[in-house]
Every structure is written in C-alpha cells, then in structure tokens.
C-alpha cells in the first residue's frame, strides 16, 4: 500500500479538523489547507500510480454507473412533468456526490478519518464541489438533445480524460470528465475519493410560476 500520510499531513489536517470544529471560524483560508493537503497526498501517491491503479478504475466504473442512473432518473422526471405544467418555466436540476459517509474501503480508518471527510466534502471548503462532481450540473430542459456519453465527456477524442496521470498506465481507461472535476479542479486528494464506491443524488425541480 502506498504511504498516503507523514508527519507534514497530519499537522496539516490536525489544522483542518481544528478549524472546520471551531464555530467562530470563517472559510477565508481553508482551501488553501486543503488545496496544501491535496499537492502533498497526490505528489506521494501518483509517484506509485500502480498500486492504486484497481481503485481508479473501479472508482471510474462505479461514479459512470451513478451518473447513468441520475441521467436517466432526470429525464424520466423530467419527461413525467414536461406536459402537465402550462405556462410556467419549468427546470429540473440532477447533482451527484460522493456518498455523505466516509469510504470503507479507505486504508486509513477512525473517527478522526470521519471528521476530516466531512471537511473536504464541506462546499464552503471545497466550494466547486457545491453542484456536486459535474461541471456543470445537468439541467432539463436545456441538456434535453445531451446524451449521456456527452454528458459524461466521452463524444471527445481521445475519450478518456487522464490529465496530470501517468499518460501510458492510464492510455485505456476511458477515465471520465467527473473523475477529471474531482482529481483537477477541485481539493480532494485522489486518495479522498477513489475508495467511494456508493454516491448521492439530488434531484430538484424548480417551477417559476407567473401569477
């Protein structure tokens, strides 16, 4: 198993959990912890991108398999609705996320694990995570004609969105423009997310009525 923790990080989360357990504490700086935390795990562990290579792709197997669900949900809501609503602006809205309970498949276990999950996954922390793991979120009507590969970025070639990874151990895994959200642009270590296997979905339908 890669070594995904020193002394350095710890201080660094002792830090985070400090902060996020203490009320009187605004976000102003807390992205930066995170943004230090997440350069240092992922500077020790894509040194080894072998080893967690499995958890990659079962990872991107498991977060594509809960994006087709809340695709399809979305427009079977959306499609149950679309008719019945007269002269109103109707929008429906599908988020996903990563599962709200910290990953049993995490190497590193306890309560203290529990706490520094409900950080990172905190939106004032990690504000692009607002709108859950897609950039940007699936709305009907507008992403009626999107389907589902270009929702997921595989309509571009090469389909496999593998920025900043080992380019020859990566070149087959049709890694898809979610994993690349939550790996690039947003402060999760890759270590954060790729044990989640379960995930969250929130679909809401927003209508504008005149009156």
């Known amino acids: 198993m890669v070594q995904i923790s ?13 902060k996020y357990n203490d009320t009187r504490h605004d976000y ?3 992205d930066c912890l995170l943004s230090l935390r997440k350069s240092m795990i992922n500077k020790r562990v894509l040194a080894h991108q072998e080893e967690i290579l499995p958890d990659i792709i079962a990872f991107n197997d498991a977060l ?3 994006l087709k669900e809340m695709y399809d949900r979305a427009h079977s809501i959306w499609d149950s609705i679309k008719d019945n609503v007269w002269g109103d602006n109707v929008e429906v809205t599908a988020k996903c996320f990563l599962s709200y309970d910290y990953p ?4 590193l276990q306890g309560e203290e694990r529990e ?3 409900g950080a990172v996954c905190d939106s004032g922390w990690n504000p692009l995570y607002d709108d859950g793991v897609t950039l940007p979120t699936l709305t009907l009507p507008s992403d009626t004609n999107e389907d589902f590969d ?5 309509d571009c070639p090469p389909p496999n969105w593998n920025e900043g990874l080992d380019q020859k151990l990566t070149k087959d895994l049709h890694l898809i423009s979610a994993f690349h959200n939550l790996f690039d642009h947003m402060n999760f270590a890759i270590t954060d997310f790729i044990y989640v296997r379960k995930f ?5 339908i927003e209508i504008n009525k005149k009156v």
């Open 64 to 66: 594509r398999d809960a």
């Open 115 to 117: 706490e520094l999950w």
């Open 28 to 30: 102003s700086d807390c």
């Open 200 to 204: 969250e979905t929130e679909i809401n």
């Open 6 to 18: 020193d002394y350095d990080i710890e201080l660094i989360e002792r830090e985070i959990l400090w």
């Open 150 to 154: 270009t929702f997921i970025g595989m």
């Open 104 to 107: 049993k498949l995490h190497p």
